[in-house]
Each structure stands twice: as C-alpha cells, then as structure tokens.
C-alpha cells in the first residue's frame, strides 16, 4: 500500500516512519523543508507533565486581564477576535468539571507512554544520544507563588507523576545562575529535554529516505476520490496516487481537512522564541517559571528562550516584541544571562480548543486519517502518536482507548 503523510514536522515524520517499518510504501510530503515549522522552533522539552488543559477555569479567567496587558502571556490581535470567538467558546465549554477531568485523563494516558515509545524509537534510530538526563525546574518566588500554582500539581499528584519540592538553595545546587529572589522549586524528573529539536526530526527523516522512504517538497492543492481518497493534488499539477493518507500538517491541518468536506476548530497558538548562542552562562535544566509566562531550555548550541500565545491566525506577520519581553522576564530568573548572538522565531502551534489532539480515522472519507493538533506537546507526543496511528492503520489494537481523540467528537 502507498501512504500519503503530508506534514514533515516531528510528528508527520515520525508517522511516516513507522508506517515504513510495517510495510507500507510512505511519501512524505510538505509545502517546505523537513522540520520547518513549529518541529524548528519548540521549546525542545519532552514535557510529560505538561497535559493539563488550558481550559481550566484558573486559566482562562484570566485572559481578559492578559489581553489588557501588552506584555502578557496570551495576546489576541483585535482584529482576529471576531474569527476567534467561535473557537473561544468551544474552549469555555471545555472548561465544566466534568468535562476537564476528562481531557486531564485523555491528557495523561498519552503523556504516561511517552517513554514506553520514544526510547525503543531513538535507539532503533541511533539517536539516543539526542535526549537528555536532565529534568526540568519550576521557579516560584515565594510560597503564594507555589501555592497559585498548586492546582498543576495536585493533577500531577492524582495520575502519578512524579516530582520533588525543593527551597531556593536546594534549586540554586542544581542550577547555580538562577536568582536569589527563587524561593521555591519543583523538580520535573521526567521533563527532559532535546538537544536540538530540529536536528532530531532531520535524522529521523534520513533514517526513513535511507530505508527507502520518498520525501516531496509541494503544496497540497486538493484530494481525489471515489468511494475512497485514490491521489493528492499537488500545486503546479501533479498527482500522488495514493491508498491512504495521513493529515498531520500542524496548524494547516484544518486548511487541508475543509478540502476533504470535514472542517476542524483548529487555531495556531503562535508562538516566539529567542534562541542565544552567546548567553554568557551555561545551565544543564530547562526552567519554567509559571507566575511570569516564560521557559528556558539549553538546547541547538546556545539558550533558548520562549513561552507566549499570540492569537492572530496564519497569515498575520510575527511580532517580535512577543519574544523580547520572555527574554527580559528570563534575566529576572538568570540574572547573568545576556542575550548576544542571538535569533528570533515565530512558528504555529496547532491548537483544539480542548487540548486533546486528533489522532483518528476520518469520519467522512475512508482512506483518510488525521494526527495534529498536539499543540504544545508536538515533540512530547511524537513517538506515541506514531505508535498509536500505526496501530490504528494496520488494524492492531492499540494500547490506549483511542474514541477520545477522533475527528468528530466537536
């Protein structure tokens, strides 16, 4: 069979991958270079303790207030608000007690295989030496600090994942350049980090083009088929004749799935990062800081800084203020660091308004499956999903209840 995955993020290149190592003939098709988009550009952390919703009532209180303020951590451009509210709403309703209890389960039984199916697939590939032994730190300046942020780690407390509290001094051992105004940590074991997020997803795609693999560089321009998809329209002309398709192109996924008459809420959460090759300090974690909206990962030779929302949909251009304030919010926790040969980035996390990805089988065309939507966990979820849409691909049963991350469950 010849499967069409169209994405070449972490994601789609992983699915490719594992649908080559059980047999299927795979193209991996994407409008730009391999790892281009949000796969360049994430906070390169294997955030395992990050599947909360953001619907949560803690949270989404607090945007009219974020938005009120230039420098806070969500932003939503005026002038996209109207196409954002259905979306919006969507998000508020995914925010009853019963329903966040659900997608925090939903949440947590993908983030507990993340291990269990990245390892097997950086050894089988050669790359472990791509993952770190470090964990990530969460930074508070005193205990009403920690104390707002407790809901976090009562969830994490009720799935199991572990964690250990630690006093300024305790954190300032493990990472000696943090500031003496962090009166409180909390060590994340498991939240590892990549070394370079993008060099990871590039290797992974030579592994799969020296098994045999076909990598295409083209826009998608439509799909056809007949009681089932049969080919990809490309711009410019051409065609992929295809048995299956794979639709896990980020947030331009919902572009490509309104071809296919099966539209998606799906939003870009856009976000910034700075990456510093000169920062003048070295750190060994990754650090988090939740009262100021901000992540600090070394990663791709340097430091890199990032952690902000901004709503504006896809075609609006980046504003790079977005990064300059998580920088200056970074040097509070790093008071050494210094931000000297140094880029900025934009790029579109894919977002459901509940936070839990589509991982499924189209519910209007056979032959189609979807895999975006990950958001902030892209490279978290990577391996997993591929796992998983392998599984529900070749009619294998997979290890988790995969009815809650279909299609058509908005």
Known sequence: MTTVVVGAGIIGTAIAYELQTRGRQVVLLDRDEVGRGASYGNMAS?????????????????????????????RVRPGYMPKLLPWFARFVAASRP??????????????RRVYDDLLPLLRETGLEDELTEQGCLSL?????????????????????????????AQARELEPELSDTIGIAVLFPQNRSLRDPFRLVNRLAQRFRERGGEIRRAAVAGFDRSDRITAVRLAG????????????????????SKMLGE??????????????????????????????????????????????VEMAGLDAPPDYRRSKITV?????????LRCEDFSEWMGHRPAFPDTVPVMSASAKVSGVFYATGHGHLGVTYAATTAR?????????????????????RF
């Open 140 to 168: 508070y300046s005193d205990e009403a600090e920690f104390r707002a942020d407790r809901e976090h780690i009562e969830i994490l407390e009720r799935f199991g994942f572990p964690y250990r509290r630690l006093m300024g």
């Open 388 to 408: 998983l849409m392998g599984d529900l691909m070749t009619g294998v049963t997979p290890p988790v209840d995969m009815r809650p991350y279909r299609v058509d």
């Open 98 to 111: 019963g329903k966040l209890r659900r997608l925090e389960a939903e949440g947590a039984a993908l983030c």
């Open 263 to 308: 539209p998606m809420p799906l939003e870009t959460e856009r976000g910034y990062h700075t990456q510093i090759m000169a920062p003048g300090i070295s750190m060994r974690h990754s650090i988090i800081w939740p009262a100021r909206a901000f992540m600090v990962t070394p990663t791709a030779g340097g430091i890199r800084v990032g952690g902000t």
């Open 46 to 74: 294997i955030a395992v303790t990050e599947f909360m919703p953001a619907s949560r009532p803690s949270i989404w209180r607090q945007i009219p207030g974020w938005m009120l303020d230039p420098e806070g951590p969500v």
């Open 237 to 256: 002309g051409d065609r992929i004749a295809a048995d299956e398709v794979v639709i896990s192109a980020g947030a331009y996924s919902g572009l490509l």
């Open 328 to 336: 200056r919010r970074a040097q509070k926790a790093l008071p050494k």
